[in-house]
């Protein structure tokens, strides 16, 4: 393996398990990211992301065009 100086990414980081020597009928729970908890975390927050962004967009109904500018803008210069 190479060299880093990582903590994350040193060899004793890798040689710990992450499950306990406990049949699965005891309920332990890990703090392994998963494919679910990650596309459920992004669900929620594009969620309150959206909600808000409406929110701010039907509050001001006149600054429609310059909205549509910024948004045209911020798409561009992404």
Known sequence: MYRS???ALNDSTFE???YKDAPWWEGYE???????GVSEKTGILLLI?????LATAF??????PLM???ALGGFIVA
């Open 49 to 53: 992301t959206t909600t808000t962004a």
């Open 30 to 36: 890990s703090n392994m990211m998963t494919i679910e």
């Open 68 to 70: 549509l500018l910024g």
């Open 16 to 18: 710990k398990s992450a």
């Open 5 to 7: 100086g990582n903590p």
């Open 59 to 64: 509050s001001m109904p006149g600054s429609a």
